[in-house]
């Protein structure tokens, strides 16, 4: 898989609502050429030092997207009751043996996750209190992801119906029996509510940002259950079929449960919705 979500929604967005102007000079036109693979990170557990003008990074952090494969690391570290945001020239860090990079075992084998371990990596300060660019790109890298979900929804949709008319059993399609029926109508339901949520998401990230972050919350809360919910329900269709290896029926359902995960699971995105929504205390 493409690293669009790491590289565009994640540290694409946090650089462009960053207030640094050189540092969007310096970086973004790499990202935009296609010639850096970029990530970022939320480095609660990192560690910054300045040193004569000099910042260095320490720590680990695990679970990083596209970690792996990074030139570029941007880490959003707790600095001076500030978030305070580090580009890092990952590729070098690593080659001096500042940074240790390795892949993690998944139960989605599409998305390669990362540990990252930091030495006294030597980072550049991107200017300013990054709290609301990195929540930003958080916010648009959840949309991005519930679009991705509900992809990822409509196709296990389409394929489970197309198998429903042609597999037969007791001389008639499978498709035809009504507990069929009522399951791949259920499924549609669950992809039409989840592309609601997408579409309304998206306008809102475009066009009033203010109201992004309860949008991005419903459409990744409720994008995650609908597309592991249509996952499931396509692998029982699909019945044996549905878990073997020859059939693509099982690399959608680990994404699903894995896309859950990813940004947050439901539950949190639903807890910030009721708090931003002044239903319990923020």
Known sequence: M??????????????????????????????????????????ASLTAREEGGAWTLSGAETYVLDGHVAGLVLAAVPY???TALFAVDADAAAESGALARTVLPTVDQTRRLARLVLTDVP??????????????????????????????????????????????????????????????ADMFVQVESARSAVLNAAA?????????PAAAALAKAYCSD????????????????????????????????????????????????AALAGIVPA
């Open 204 to 212: 809102v990230a475009d066009e009033a940002p203010g109201e992004l």
């Open 80 to 82: 001076g009751g500030e």
């Open 123 to 184: 980072a550049r300060r991107i200017a300013g209190d990054a709290a609301d660019a990195v929540q930003r790109a958080y916010d648009v890298a959840a949309v991005a992801l519930a679009a991705e979900q509900l992809g990822g929804a409509q196709r296990t949709l389409d394929m489970t119906v197309e198998y429903a008319k042609v597999r037969r059993q007791f001389g008639r399609p499978i498709g035809s029996f009504q507990a069929v029926k009522h399951r791949c």
């Open 2 to 43: 493409l690293p669009y979500l790491a590289t565009v929604a994640l540290a694409a967005t946090a650089l462009s609502a960053c207030g640094d102007g050189g540092a969007r000079r310096d970086l973004l036109p790499g990202i935009a050429s296609g010639e850096t693979i970029a990530t970022l990170v939320d480095g």
């Open 226 to 273: 609908a597309y592991a919910g249509v996952a499931g329900e396509g692998i029982q269709i699909h019945g044996g079929i549905g878990f073997t290896w020859e059939h693509d029926a099982h690399l959608y359902f680990k994404r699903a449960h894995g896309s859950r995960q990813l940004f947050g699971a439901p539950d949190v995105h639903r807890e910030r919705l």
